[in-house]
């Protein structure tokens, strides 16, 4: 009896007996996506056709590895990709679609086999699902689609959804979001577009940190790096993220792996595997304290390899070629720690939040148009109100101390000029941050360096009234005066 069997056969006499879920899958056991190694010439309408051609599947593998017992979680869509297990280790969530015009969404099947299930019913597509402690599914939506230079598409954000119920958006920047993973804090991190720099220079990927709730958008790590496609972090046993990096240019076939440690995300980015010439499509851990890693072969088929606790050598491929497909992620079918469950602060029955500064003339910007000894005043907050559209929502005093704080619109791109006392722009913040309703936002400056403890006091600007600013209506231009 082979390894699947011998688990479908305790599956049915675990139920029959106790009534109860399922049993653990074996130990070693693999969720794959594989892709056909001759795929179609059928043109990729979106990213994600892009990585999951037609006929990519999501299977279940079995040992022994060198014939290893495959059973398909995706069997009748298209097309199929992105693993990711619940922490109960039963059950997988993925993104597949049905038809080649078919927009991609997130199932749920169960490593067991049964019935599948959609959970997510997104106009433009979902992507990208993640688990929050709760049992929300976190995913980015809609899927980014691939058009001529100069056609514009709505930016991805992130949702949640729990079961059953409606989608609850989280992200509202204007650079979109992507490829979100839970932290053991609670924290959900995921990739979006590095605001833009003082002179608009290029502009790469970095990881940024929402709370479960939307709240407290916050830099993680490779904002002050070289501009690059990053994407797929992953936390990894030892307390590291991994992330695939790449150059601007590429769409699929990453080429590294970088990671950063969470305790110095700033200052700690390096190359996980040094000296690997292998191109790279997914790392993670393999639920021993090692990791499971898809990279290319020198026969330029992508295979998966085991590495343990400290190899960073690749070494054998786990398992043995197929001749028909490429695995170009795994994901290891076993229970893990749930995170950590996290507060919220918002309150759904207000329409603002609060913005609280620290010391705007706390800065690390070298913008040549600024003086040395020249301080900012007053700040101008702006909003995105439509696609590439700002408007100024006001100006706000700065105390002696720096410090400002202001009521401002929820859910909303904000950004902020530094201005002199003359009226100059000092230092531009696009609008790249936002508040939940209720929420109390705070920054210890302007363009300020990260992982530094403000200093110990009391800001001026909480004795001071609070400006309240809102998006007032636009004068009706077609209106004329008799």
């Given amino acids: 009896m082979s390894g699947w069997a011998r688990w479908c056969a305790a599956l049915l006499c675990g139920c029959a007996a106790s009534g109860q879920g399922e049993p653990p899958a074996p130990l070693g056991t693999l969720v ?274 085991r590495l343990g606790k400290n190899e960073q050598a690749l070494g054998t491929p786990l398992l043995s070629e197929d001749a028909s497909w490429d695995c170009v992620e795994a994901v290891a079918a076993r229970a893990c720690e749930r995170p950590m469950g996290r507060l919220s602060n918002m309150d759904s029955t207000k329409k603002t939040g609060q913005i609280l500064c620290l010391n705007a003339n706390d800065t690390t910007y070298k913008g040549a148009e600024t003086q040395a000894g020249t301080v900012a005043t007053r700040i101008r907050v702006l909003a995105e109100v439509s696609p590439g559209r700002c408007r100024s929502l006001g100006e706000v005093p700065v105390q002696e101390d720096g410090s400002f704080m202001a009521e401002v619109p929820a859910d909303m791109p904000l950004g902020f000029e530094a201005l002199s006392q003359e009226g100059e722009v000092l230092r531009r913040v696009e609008p790249v941050v936002w508040v939940r309703p209720g929420e109390n936002r705070s920054c210890t400056g302007c363009h300020a360096a990260h992982n530094r403890a403000p200093h110990n006091h009391r800001p001026l600007a909480v004795y001071a009234a609070v400006p309240c600013l809102r998006v007032e209506p636009e004068p009706n231009l077609a209106r004329q005066a008799p």
């Fill in 32 to 305: 794959l996506t594989q892709t056909p190694r001759r795929a179609g010439s059928e043109a990729a309408r979106d990213r994600l056709d892009q990585g999951y051609p037609a006929g990519s599947q999501v299977v279940v593998a079995a040992a022994p590895w060198s014939r290893p017992t495959v059973h398909v979680l995706s069997e009748g869509l298209h097309s199929a990709g992105g693993p990711v297990l619940a922490y109960d280790g039963e059950r997988v969530y993925f993104a597949g679609k049905t038809g080649v015009e078919g927009d991609w969404q997130i199932y749920e099947a169960r490593i067991g086999g049964g019935h599948r299930r959609v959970v997510t019913s997104m106009p433009g597509g979902a992507a990208a699902p993640a688990l929050l402690p709760d049992g929300s599914v976190v995913f980015a939506s809609p899927v980014p689609r691939l058009g001529h230079p100069g056609a514009t598409f709505p930016q991805p954000q992130l949702y949640a959804q729990l079961p059953g119920g409606q989608p609850r958006r989280l992200t509202f920047g204007t650079s979109g979001a992507a490829d979100p993973t839970v932290l053991p804090d609670g924290r959900i991190l995921f990739v979006s577009a590095t605001p833009p720099g003082p002179k608009d220079s290029p502009r790469g990927l970095s990881l940024f940190t929402i709370n479960n709730d939307g709240t407290e958008i916050t830099a993680f790590a490779c904002q002050h790096d070289p501009p690059a496609a990053i994407g797929r972090p992953r936390l990894l046993p030892d307390g590291r993220v991994a992330f695939l990096d790449s150059s601007l240019e590429s769409t699929v076939a990453e080429h590294s792996v970088e990671c950063v440690r969470m305790a110095r995300p700033f200052l700690s980015r390096t190359n996980l595997l040094p000296g690997l010439k292998s191109r790279v499509r997914s790392v993670g851990p393999d639920g021993e304290g090692g990791l499971l890693v898809c990279a290319e072969n020198s026969r330029s088929n992508w295979v998966v390899y």
